[in-house]
């Protein structure tokens, strides 16, 4: 009653079939960095556009703030004139009071 033993592959089929784990775990690797590759670029890209956003923003309320100091500084400059105007008619109402005194 001798069992033989269970045949045992050949040592090269072993060595092939190693082999081919090992080439699929790379394979399997390689284009897990590829993922994280394409998924970083993604990323640049919107950190890029959102960058580019938030200078537009930036630049649009610069021109806001720019538009209402320049409407400001015309307010002024019309009340100044309001202002001349009032001390004018003022100053022209004392000299015709005058006169007819």
Not at 2 to 10: C, D, G, M
Not at 58 to 69: K, Y
Request: zero cysteines.
């Amino acid at each position: 009653m001798n069992k033989s033993p269970a045949p045992v592959p050949p040592r090269s089929e072993a060595s092939r079939d190693k082999a081919e784990q090992l080439r699929k775990a790379a394979e399997k690797a390689r284009q897990e960095r590829e993922l994280a590759r394409d998924a970083a670029e993604a990323e640049r890209a919107a950190n890029e556009e959102t960058r580019h956003a938030a200078e537009a923003a930036r630049q649009a309320l610069t021109d806001e703030v720019r538009a209402t100091t320049e409407g400001l500084d015309a307010t002024l400059e019309q009340m100044k004139i309001v202002e001349e105007m009032r001390r004018t008619l003022r100053e022209f109402r004392d000299l015709k009071l005058r006169g007819t005194n």
